[in-house]
């Protein structure tokens, strides 16, 4: 195949996925073509190592490790289909009950990326609420073995609809914070606008049951996957978007932690439908804008030094309402004074019903959390 080279400021994202929540930041991040543009040059690699505890609920009807790999050897066939060799994409799928138990699997991660003549860092996913610990363990052998990578923590919160899983988080993040297992930054994932915007206006009959299903459990489980998996899959997009730079700028704004507050403004057939007025779509996202302050899970005197937006919205809704609602919000309630609000991107969204924003937020402190 022809020699191709990226942009300067590229870089390659690796994986470390722990458990369902890391798995489905994987298979985000192998659905992305952006990881096949870079790859076309000889100097980039790309590892994905999945860690399978059995610590999370295993009951999840996607992000299951099985289904990871079917992405990663669909993945060798696009490879395939592009010429691209193979042997620039490591795959791995384990399963450990420690950072021990995976030890060989940490090594052959951090060779791939060491091999790798791009600039590059590997991001370790997991769940608050599920294995921290080997999190923590598994970026604590990456960072001595990598040469010049760095390594980021993302660290998906529960939503209001996961229940019991939603005690303890604050002593958890404390203690991540005290010790700093991510030399590369943290993200904090935030999941509750989006779940709150798929499940505020569903009826539920008298008993509980919805009337499209019947049994609420099986119902509140698919759309806890369909929440969760909208998150991951936004996030990878963004940070893989122009090979790296926007996800660049985010961590350079850190200061301590960064926050991603995913917000989720129409989702398809949830309270607006295909056909109704254009005005009555402007009131809904309007509406949703309004439940940042509802549903970031942050305190209410917190303010950040600097804010990253992009924002997805169908041709026909457009963006100028939407972002101009989205910044007066952002400047009144979240954005501290003298503080930075770059410029936002505006990407066309390829589904007519769905609008949202990655909405990330610098200096975030486990104490600006209502968790």
């Known amino acids: 195949m022809p020699e191709n080279k990226v942009a300067d400021g590229s870089y390659c994202l690796h994986v470390v996925g722990i458990d369902r929540t890391g798995a489905g930041y994987a298979d985000g991040l192998l659905r992305t073509g952006e990881i096949e543009d870079i790859l076309v040059d000889s100097r980039a690699k790309l590892a994905i190592t999945v860690i399978d505890t059995r610590q999370e609920d295993q009951r999840a009807l996607s992000a299951q490790p099985t289904r990871v790999e079917d992405y990663a050897k669909g993945f060798n066939e696009r490879l395939s289909t592009r010429e691209i060799p193979q042997d620039r994409f490591s795959f791995q799928s384990i399963a450990a009950n420690s950072a021990s138990d995976a030890q060989a699997a940490i090594s052959e991660t951090a060779n791939v990326i060491n091999s790798g003549e791009l600039p590059a860092r590997v991001a370790v996913c997991f769940n608050v609420a599920g294995n921290v610990g080997i999190a923590a363990d598994c970026a ?103 090979h790296g730079p926007s996800l660049t700028q985010v961590l350079n704004d850190a200061e301590d932690w960064t926050y991603y507050n995913l917000a989720k403004f129409t989702h398809p057939g949830v309270q607006v439908l295909p056909g109704e007025a254009l005005s009555k779509w402007h009131d809904v996202i309007d509406a949703w804008i309004d439940h940042l302050d509802d549903y970031s899970l942050l305190n209410q005197d917190f303010r950040s030094p600097a804010i990253t937006v992009h924002s997805h919205s169908p041709r026909l809704i457009g963006f100028d309402r939407l972002d101009s609602k989205l910044e007066a919000k952002l400047r009144a309630n979240f954005l501290k004074e003298g503080g930075v609000l770059h410029e936002f991107e505006n990407h066309e969204f390829f589904d007519h019903l769905t609008a949202y924003a990655d909405i990330f937020l610098a200096g975030l402190k486990p104490n600006d959390l209502t968790v």
């Open 140 to 242: 604590a052998q990456l960072s001595d073995q990598l040469t010049s990578a760095s390594v980021l923590g993302v660290a998906q919160l529960p939503h209001s609809g996961d229940g019991e899983r939603n005690t303890g988080l604050g002593d958890t993040l404390g203690n991540l914070y005290s010790s700093s297992p991510f030399a590369g930054g943290m993200i904090v994932v935030n999941t509750e606008h989006s779940w709150r915007r798929l499940t505020a206006y569903t009826d539920r009959n008298a008993d509980g049951s919805f009337p499209e299903i019947g049994t609420p459990t099986v119902r509140d489980r698919f759309r806890q996957d369909v929440t969760t998996k909208f998150t991951q899959d936004a996030f990878m997009r963004f940070a893989v978007a122009h």
